[in-house]
């Protein structure tokens, strides 16, 4: 392995705070998942799901509960790790390198952030929210983190609502407030890719559409995948839509096209209510 590749490669395995994220030109493969079988003990959960989530778009996940959205979202960042008797076949890759051999976890967490359907922050103060995952890379400097701080709660369009209130707990926002804390703390590592399971399941309509508004803001910066029961939400802010049923990828489109003319017949049927 030449010099600078050998360098890159241990500083992936030792998780350090990246300088920046690496930006790809739009619409390049970020992240390969291919011929991944799941299994929760005898249980199997994916069938040989091949899927390419690209840089700078936006992908959905769809279909009715229980065939396995949440399970490959997941894989993605390696949340089924810890879960137990969960085997993984297969192989999936960010920029090239397999997230399984290549990444050492927290490395690769900084890299794919996770945002869950119900907001979970942690109850500290907003502040301290965004500031734990660059702590725990090691960043002490208060200046620094202040700037990250701002930055991320910038980005997650809370900046005006917390600005003044950095120290009060987190816990005492809004449902849709919360859940921009929780995007804002997933962007504070500086991820690439963004995994959101139902972001705006437990919100109300208007917080409902800041999430989609902000969702297409980090489109032009992050590559975001969304699981979502909504339809009308898949089809506003995606760039593609992946169709899943039973664990199986039934079919991955540009989104136009698979809402107006889907190839496969079991699209067509779930589309249009016949089942799910
Ligand atoms: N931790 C687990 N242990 C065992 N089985 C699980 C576990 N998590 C999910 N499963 C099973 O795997 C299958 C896929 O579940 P998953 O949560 O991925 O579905 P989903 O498409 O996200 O559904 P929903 O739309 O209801 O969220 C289901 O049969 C579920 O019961
Ligand atoms: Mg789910």
Redesign the pocket.
């Known amino acids: 392995m030449a010099l600078a590749a050998k360098e890159a490669h241990e500083r992936e395995m030792m998780g350090e705070m990246p300088q920046d994220a690496v930006r790809l030109p739009h619409h390049e493969v970020r992240m390969s998942v291919s011929h991944l079988d799941l299994f929760y003990g005898d249980h199997q959960a994916l069938k040989n799901v091949n899927i390419d989530i690209r840089e700078r778009e936006i992908t959905s996940f769809i279909g009715p ?1 229980g065939c396995g ?2 399970t490959l979202l997941r894989c993605l960042n390696r949340m089924n790790d810890y879960v137990k008797d969960c085997r993984v076949e297969g192989k999936i890759t960010l920029d090239g390198r397999d997230i399984y051999h290549d990444y050492n976890v927290t490395r690769l967490r900084q890299r794919v952030g996770m945002v869950f ?1 119900r907001p979970n922050p942690f109850p500290m103060s907003i502040y301290d929210n965004v500031a734990y995952g660059p702590r725990g890379l090691g960043i002490k400097s208060r200046s620094e983190l202040d700037g990250i701080v701002e930055e991320s709660l910038r980005s997650a369009a809370l900046w005006d609502e917390v600005k003044d209130k950095l120290k009060a707990s987190g816990l005492g926002l809004s449902g849709g407030q919360q859940q921009r804390l929780c995007i804002a703390r997933a962007l504070a590592v500086k991820p690439e890719v963004l995994l959101m ?2 972001p705006t399941s437990a919100l109300d309509p208007v917080s409902t559409v800041q999430i989609e508004q902000l969702a297409c803001e980090l489109r032009e910066q992050y590559s975001l995948v969304v ?1 979502t029961h909504n339809m009308q939400q898949a089809s506003r802010i995606s760039d593609s839509v992946a169709f899943f049923l039973l664990g199986e990828l039934i079919e991955h489109a540009p989104t136009a096209e698979l809402f107006r003319a889907p190839r496969d017949s079991r699209t067509a049927d779930y589309l249009t209510g016949r089942f799910g």
């Open positions: 509960s959205k949440s359907q399971d139902e699981v």
